[in-house]
Nanobody, 124 residues
């Protein structure tokens, strides 16, 4: 089992920045990939970014590329999502997820554990 707790969401104006954190605990040694997804009201959960625990590879959705940066700490217990130049369309609940079977990064079904989510609201 892996437990994930997100934090760092909030209400900001367009153009501002936020940094989300996801603290992982439990059997993190079995985790290959950590991902961030988001879900806006009435929409499906969508991929935002992912990082291999080894830190060797990062992945981004086209909609956030160049604005968001994913990283992890050396202890491999916390994953961050630095979000710059935020837009109103970034408004969503952001979820952290752990992939323990190395099945890929893009689909929610590829991930085994999820956090409770943190709300990000960007006003225009």
């Amino acid at each position: 089992q892996v437990q994930l707790v997100e934090s760092g969401g909030g209400l900001v104006q367009a153009g501002a920045s936020l940094r989300l954190s996801c603290v992982a605990s439990g059997r993190t040694s079995s985790t290959y990939i950590m991902g961030w997804f988001r879900q806006a009201p009435g929409k499906e959960r969508e991929f935002v970014s992912a990082i291999r625990w080894s830190g060797s590879s990062t992945y981004y959705a086209d909609s956030v590329k160049g604005r968001f940066t994913i990283s992890r700490d050396n202890a491999k217990t916390t994953v961050y999502l630095q979000m710059n130049s935020l837009k109103p369309e970034d408004t969503a609940v952001y979820y952290c997820a752990a992939n323990n079977k190395n099945r890929g990064v893009l689909l929610p079904s590829m991930y085994d554990y999820w956090g409770q989510g943190t709300q990000v609201t960007v006003s225009s």
